[in-house]
């Protein structure tokens, strides 16, 4: 087949050379196009890149990354701090934010009706002196024990776990059958009598809990000169007993109601204490991301101040 054109001067195109031209110059229009298109994305992906290292969150490198991108000179450090070089909307849960939501959860008995529900049967009670026994020993505030082994101040946590521990007591009570809340309110108010001279159905008041350890660690053999004993050394002692005494319950009780071998939680019970695994696991994690953050931050400054010394 071929086109004639007809003019002031004549020529003869066959369709198939037509054709071939109009190929090449697809194709040329196509790698035209996609070479412009890489050079834009090149350009963006670098200025991102670039946006990154400039002003890196440093828990988005490891410390090898780090200092491999210091010693390249890529990094520019300025006064900002951790949480200002990361975007507000990256920042994670702080450790004391997430602190103080285990506190408004486990440190009342206003707030564990809240999370756990309140008493079903109001006028007898709907657990039995068993299953009450086992959510009191579920509620006892280990994860705070857990926060002093990580390096937590046990000063900070001995308030909150004499609360959470008074918590759980309240509350397995509440739960329980008549007879069994009213025995353990007698013996417990019985036992403070004795020793205040008069009946406190609670158990001891904080003040009383801090004069007992005292009196206890002041005691200790190893303190007799106390000289050695300074306050602050004194007030960690006693938290720390504090701490370790709220996460513990009376052995004499657990044997003579709990039976000799544990049985599976399940029902009411398991759902407690799924809550309660989760709940420890955000407290511990957002712990651990903060122990991370403030080593990251130290050795950020670390590095600022040796770099302004040379």
């Known amino acids: 087949m071929m086109l004639q054109f007809h003019g002031s001067s004549s020529c003869t195109i066959r369709a198939k050379d037509l054709m071939e031209w109009s ?11 996609s070479s412009a298109a890489g050079s834009l994305q090149s350009s963006s992906d670098f200025t991102s890149y670039n946006r990154h290292v400039i002003s890196p969150h440093p828990l988005q490198f490891s410390e090898a990354e780090y200092a491999n991108l210091h010693g390249e000179g890529l990094v520019l450090v300025n006064d900002a701090t951790i949480d200002e070089l990361m975007p507000a909307d990256m920042q994670p849960l702080q450790y004391d934010d997430r602190k103080s939501e285990w506190e408004s959860r486990y440190t009342s008995l206003k707030s564990l009706r ?3 529900g309140g008493n079903r049967n109001r006028l007898w009670g709907d657990l039995d002196p068993c299953s009450a026994r086992r959510l009191y020993r579920s509620l006892m505030p280990r994860v705070l024990m857990e926060l002093v082994k990580s390096g937590v101040q046990p000063e900070d946590l001995a308030p909150l776990a004499y609360k959470a521990r008074v918590a759980a007591k309240l509350y397995a009570r509440e739960r329980s059958v008549v007879p069994a809340r009213l025995a353990a309110t007698v013996y417990d108010g019985i ?17 009383q809990i801090w004069e007992k350890y005292q009196q206890l660690v002041m005691n200790d053999r190893a303190y007799r000169d106390y000289e050695d004993l300074t306050e602050k050394d004194l007030t960690s002692k006693i938290s720390l007993k504090i701490v370790e005494r709220s996460c513990s319950t009376n052995e004499s009780i657990d044997r003579r109601v709990l039976p000799a071998t544990e049985v599976p939680a399940t ?6 204490s799924e809550t309660l695994e989760t709940d420890v696991r955000k407290l511990l994690d957002t712990f651990s991301e903060f122990r991370k953050t403030r080593k990251s931050s130290r050795n950020h400054d670390k590095r600022k101040e040796e770099r302004l010394t040379i």
């Open 23 to 33: 190929l090449g110059v697809l194709i040329i229009s196509l790698l035209i196009t």
């Open 114 to 116: 809240k999370v756990f």
């Open 191 to 207: 036992r403070q009598f004795k020793r205040y001279g008069r009946f406190q159905g609670c158990g001891m008041t904080y003040e």
């Open 267 to 272: 029902g009411f019970l398991l759902r407690v």
